[in-house]
């Protein structure tokens, strides 16, 4: 008998320009989808101050910050949860390298290749590691409980027991897999 491999998790962002342009945006959302990765929450917001300066602190000291700030806080952004085997370097895989002239060049058919316009707007943020994702996803997604997302909802999102809305951009739990007393799986 095999073993479960449980679904990782990483943090996505759609900066503030993409969003502005609904054609790069859908051609985002198609890619995230078409590449089988889960949305498991998703928000569309201006990232505040406050928010921004906490998830760029370990940029804080260089020459970039503030720019980076002003930009993260400028307009609306695409925030969400995505979820698959290999969720972290399924993402960064698509987003293709940070800096849009190496991804022009070396990778560009991934979205910052296509749609990045400098190394602040590059299109997209992803998380690079498990700890990683933890922290940002704690940062803008205040009262997502990792824990119980994998006591209670983790496996109906690695059987593929979701429902997808294409209006909200998110997976959610078919209902008719769960037993509401019980919160199992029915077969």
Known sequence: MQSQKYLQLTLAI???????SPFVLQKIRDLIIDNNLKIVRSRRTIITQKEAELFYEEHKEKFFYNRLLTFMCSGPSDIHILA???????WRNLMGPTKVYEAQYIAPNTIRGMFGLSDTRNATHGSDSVKSAEREIGI???????????QYEEKYYNLGQ????????????DQKFMNSNKGQIIK
């Open 14 to 20: 759609i900066k503030p320009h993409i969003v502005k």
């Open 140 to 150: 803008f997604f205040k009262n997502f409980d990792l824990q119980k997302w994998y």
């Open 84 to 90: 698959d085997h290999n969720a972290i370097a399924k």
């Open 162 to 173: 979701v429902h997808f809305d294409p209006i909200a951009f998110l997976h959610t739990i």
